[in-house]
């Protein structure tokens, strides 16, 4: 497994990274524990060591799991983990409707952070992102919480998901972010036009999320799939009928470049 440093800050991850939130949220109902388990061993004898969570997969069930799976490798491993987001108790995270409301307000930072500490079973969270940008919130004041955090040594590195340009300046002149978090890959090239020079000429990491186009661009979906009724696929433009039919096209394009290097479309 090839190794990668996110950006100046001296992290080092694999290059491959397992995202955990489809084990227990977002795509059908969550899977079976004991399964997952040895899903996380596997990865990590292949030579993972980068793993991707969050307090609202599930929520909390997910963090749950990552640190249960995870406390035999706690050494050789880094786990990330977000913030962000009101999680009412009767929050119902079924196919993301009706999802809780941004809150990146410092105390409530503050108080997710202790959740997840004890959730991971971690005493340092090793790479915290913000969710998503709170518009309510100053950047500068989410940014200045996480390097309080950091210099009590209970979070090592801060990220940000889905921010923009402007957004990632920012915060950045207040605490170095290691990682930007977005969606990335051959359906979504968004971050190519301004996020990525943008994190070159600062010295942050990127780290794509869904580079397989949930699911698609793996050539195991197609116009006849159905999801389950939990399934956030369904509410997704992309995966209507008609798109998938019409996006075959790049599929079967992906699969004959595969079969010529002996590699899967994914």
């Given at each position: 497994?090839?190794k990668r ?13 397992l ?9 059908g109902?969550p899977?079976?524990k004991k ?23 599930g929520?909390?069930?997910n ?10 490798f ?17 929050f ?6 009706g999802s ?12 997710a ?12 969270i ?35 998901s ?9 915060a950045?002149a207040v ?8 969606e990335?890959?051959?359906w979504?090239r ?5 996020v990525?020079?943008?994190?070159e ?12 186009g ?14 389950d009724?939990?399934?956030f ?11 998938r039919?019409?996006n ?5 394009l ?13």
């Open positions: 497994m090839q440093k996110l950006g100046k800050s001296g992290l080092e991850v694999s290059a491959v990274g995202g955990c939130m489809g084990m227990s949220f977002s795509y109902p899977k079976d399964e997952m388990t040895s899903l996380f061993r596997a990865a990590v004898e292949r030579g993972v060591t980068f793993f991707d969570t969050a307090e609202v997969y929520p909390f069930i963090e749950e799991l990552v640190g249960d799976a995870l406390a035999p706690r050494r050789q491993v880094v786990i990330a983990t977000k913030f962000g987001f009101d999680l009412d108790p009767k119902d995270p079924r196919g993301m409707q809780p409301g941004l809150n990146s307000r410092p105390e409530h930072i503050k108080q952070v202790e959740g997840s500490l004890k959730r991971l079973k971690v005493e340092t090793d790479l915290l992102y913000q969710h998503r940008v709170d518009p309510n919130v100053p950047i500068e004041d989410v940014a200045g919480t996480v390097k309080d955090l950091i210099q009590e040594g209970k979070v090592k590195h801060f990220g940000l889905e921010a923009g340009v402007q957004t990632i300046r920012r950045h605490q170095p972010i290691t990682a930007l978090q977005s990335y890959s051959l979504t968004t971050p190519e036009k301004e990525l020079p943008t994190l000429k600062l010295g942050i990491g990127f780290v794509p999320y869904s580079p397989l949930k699911g698609f661009l793996a050539g195991k979906i197609d116009e006849n799939t159905t999801f009724s939990t399934d696929r369904n509410v997704l433009p992309r995966f209507t009928p008609e798109a039919r019409t075959q096209a790049l599929i079967d992906l699969s004959k470049i595969g079969e010529r290097k002996k590699a899967t479309p994914a």
